[in-house]
């Protein structure tokens, strides 16, 4: 079973560039998508759709154009939800669950604390939300998260670690609740297949050419509960897929597709 995911920074424009094609290359049994930017209906019928794929989608309820997640599934699940069950963190379109067969599968989007001390607060008050929930649907079947946690975990996750202790997204806090979901027996399945291998980076900025000069943070990640540890077969980064600031990650998992 391979699976995928990527945030796209806004499905429609992807697709305009030409950058989707990857979808049809790939031929994921699942991918979750990040920062959609739009709702359903105003894709186009050729994108919204594919040929054996069941689409889900959730748009912000709160601001047309703003965040939003998707996911393409060959496989049926055994139920779907959209969103978390707690109200304070509802309606900017940051989550679809499904329920497969073998496990649990989460795409995520996790808020952004850069902009001030609230958003930052409510990214922390997201995370603490978003894993009392995998636990407790953890205790049915196992977890796989996967999506844009808008935080580099370890200096190696990062290019210019040093540069960037005061910044949102590598603050002691926020890799403290890394540290946490990581002892909470959540395997970050990158680093489980290549170690502490460097340079290996999901995002870059759009300024002063990061990422042709590969200055780069990871913060994209698939994770599974310790019970999966034994079924991942591959992890890795497509670094070279072009269309958005971040990049697809990909994960195989030794499950039948079907």
């Not at 990857?22 to 019928?45: H, Y």
């Not at 601001?63 to 996911?71: E, L, M, P, Q």
Request: hydrophobic share 40%; proline share 6%.
């Amino acid at each position: 079973m391979r699976l995928y995911s990527w945030n796209v920074n806004g499905f429609r424009a992807l697709c305009a560039g030409g950058a989707w094609s990857w979808f049809s290359r790939t031929a994921p049994d699942i991918v979750g998508l990040q920062e959609v930017k739009a709702e359903l209906e105003n894709v186009a019928e050729a994108f919204r759709t594919a040929p054996g794929y069941r689409v889900f989608w959730l748009p912000a309820a709160k601001k047309r154009g703003y965040s939003g997640v998707a996911a393409f599934s060959r496989i049926a699940p055994l139920a779907e939800q959209y969103d978390l069950p707690d109200p304070a963190f509802r309606d900017e379109g940051r989550l679809i669950h499904l329920e497969l067969p073998a496990f649990h599968f989460f795409n995520v989007y996790f808020p952004n604390g850069q902009k001030d001390e609230t958003r930052l607060n409510y990214k922390l008050g997201y995370y603490d939300a978003f894993l009392r929930r995998a636990e407790e649907l953890r205790r049915s079947k196992p977890v796989v998260v996967c999506g844009d946690f808008n935080t580099a975990h370890k200096p190696v996750d990062l290019a210019r670690p040093a540069e960037n202790e005061r910044v949102s997204g590598f603050l002691p806090v926020e890799r403290a609740w890394l540290d946490r979901f990581t002892a909470a027996g959540y395997v970050d399945t990158f680093r489980l297949i290549h170690g502490d291998k460097p340079a290996s980076y999901t995002w870059w900025s759009y300024r002063v050419r990061a990422r042709e000069r590969n200055v780069g943070w990871r913060i994209d990640y698939f994770f599974v509960s310790e019970e999966l540890k034994g079924k991942v077969k591959n992890a890795w980064i497509e670094d070279a897929v072009p269309g958005s600031d971040h990049c697809p990650i990909g994960l195989e998992l030794d499950f039948p597709a079907g």
